[in-house]
């Protein structure tokens, strides 16, 4: 976003980003989502939260029943997929 003369927004935090696109129609609703779900799963894993949050890693792997490293390798793929599938969006 810097580079299109956004510093501000993207300075603000994937959140903040999420807001401008959508606002904007920069990017597909449903490719937003997926990247608001990344934003909240990777949060945790950058900045300190409760243990009762409903993202962190232990939380989610509780819930889902997956090996850290299985969850975090597949959270890995899912944000590349989308981040290639966000730039083709925009060609």
């Known amino acids: 976003m810097s ?26 609703e449903f490719l937003l989502k997926k990247f608001d779900r990344l934003r909240q799963v990777r949060n945790p894993l950058v900045h300190f939260k409760a243990i009762d949050h409903p993202f962190t890693l232990g939380r989610r792997i509780f819930w889902e029943q ?22 083709l969006s925009r060609a």
């Open 3 to 28: 580079s299109k003369g956004l510093e501000a927004e993207a300075k603000k935090g994937s959140q903040a980003i999420i807001n401008y696109c959508s606002k904007h129609h920069l990017v597909n």
């Open 66 to 87: 997956k090996q850290p490293a299985d969850m975090l390798e597949g959270d890995a793929k899912e944000a590349l997929s989308l981040m290639y599938t966000i730039l």
